[in-house]
């Protein structure tokens, strides 16, 4: 579904002459046609397919953070035109991406599995981390909640 609807973006950014989103979503489908032939050879051996649109999640969470980097290094740099176009594609990236929970939502959900798990030091962090990613991954940037969590477990 999230597949089709990008295609869709693609082709009506064509049309209206959009060139920037045209290049974002192009770099899109390039990365999602990467990852179909990377896991060509798993599928082969027998592997469990991969529901399409957790793929397509999957693909879009590494482009974002990929970005993120990326305006970062540009900023320290004095780049603002390279950190503009990664801005303009990380918005495009963003545009398909589940909505993000934010820090107290994060938190609850991070207390309710602590709750739930019986995790009490960071000798659970990584059970909880597991959960949690098993639970909200496709809405949550896990880098970020690695620090929540590991505060939390710290109290």
Same mark, same amino acid.
């Given at each position: 579904?999230?597949?089709?609807?990008?295609?869709?973006?693609?082709?009506?950014?064509?049309?209206?002459?959009?060139?920037?989103?045209?290049?974002?979503?192009?770099?899109?489908?390039?990365?999602?046609?990467?990852?179909?032939?990377?896991?060509?050879?798993?599928?082969?051996?027998?592997?469990?397919?991969?529901?399409?649109?957790?793929?397509?999640?999957?693909?879009?969470?590494?482009?974002?953070?990929?970005?993120?980097?990326?305006?970062?290094?540009?900023?320290?740099?004095?780049?603002?035109?390279?950190?503009?176009?990664?801005?303009?594609?990380?918005?495009?990236?963003?545009?398909?991406?589940?909505?993000?929970?934010?820090?107290?939502?994060?938190?609850?959900?991070?207390?309710?599995?602590?709750?739930?798990? +019986?995790?009490? +030091?960071?000798?659970?962090?990584?059970?909880?981390?597991?959960?949690?990613?098993?639970?909200? +991954?496709?809405?949550?940037?896990?880098?970020?909640?690695?620090?929540?969590?590991?505060?939390?477990?710290?109290?």
């Amino acid at each position: 579904m999230l597949r089709e609807r990008i295609k869709q973006e693609t082709i009506a950014a064509m049309k209206g002459g959009d060139k920037e989103r045209t290049a974002a979503l192009r770099l899109i489908a390039a990365k999602l046609k990467d990852r179909d032939i990377e896991l060509r050879p798993k599928l082969a051996a027998g592997a469990e397919p991969i529901d399409d649109d957790a793929l397509v999640i999957d693909v879009l969470q590494k482009m974002a953070k990929q970005r993120r980097e990326s305006i970062e290094m540009y900023q320290a740099g004095g780049r603002a035109e390279l950190e503009a176009q990664e801005r303009g594609e990380l918005a495009v990236i963003e545009e398909f991406m589940p909505q993000q929970l934010g820090e107290t939502e994060t938190l609850a959900a991070i207390e309710a599995i602590k709750a739930e798990l +019986g995790a009490t +030091g960071l000798k659970d962090m990584g059970r909880v981390m597991a959960e949690l990613k098993a639970r909200h +991954g496709a809405q949550l940037d896990m880098s970020k909640a690695s620090g929540l969590v590991k505060a939390s477990l710290s109290d």
